[in-house]
């Protein structure tokens, strides 16, 4: 992982709200869209937005289900951060 991707997760890592959105889908892997924003004060737009960034940044991963998305965490990303900051 070079610096700018590293960069990009830690970026978008740093935002409250996504970080939250991070947790969710970490907790429960292959979570749908609605089950996230029954757990959280935000709109669906807002969602997607945060969630995108999320994806760009390569700690989740989206597929689509009829009309609703599903998110799970990319764990590779996950153990390469952990990695960078264990050492």
């Known amino acids: 992982m070079n610096n700018e991707s590293l960069a990009a997760a830690f970026k978008a ?3 409250p709200t996504r970080l939250c959105i ?9 979570i749908c869209a609605c089950k996230i924003l029954e ?7 807002t969602l ?7 994806c760009a940044a390569g700690l989740v991963s989206c597929r689509k ?7 799970s965490a990319n764990s ?3 153990k390469l951060l952990s990695d960078w900051i264990s050492n």
Do not use: C, F, N
């Not at 997607?48 to 999320?54: G, M, P």
């Open 22 to 30: 991070y947790q969710t889908i970490r907790a429960k892997d292959d």
């Open 76 to 78: 590779e990303t996950a």
């Open 65 to 71: 289900e009829g009309r609703w998305a599903r998110y």
């Open 13 to 15: 890592l740093g935002d």
């Open 48 to 54: 997607s937005h945060h969630v995108k960034q999320l």
């Open 39 to 45: 757990q959280m004060d935000i709109t669906q737009p």
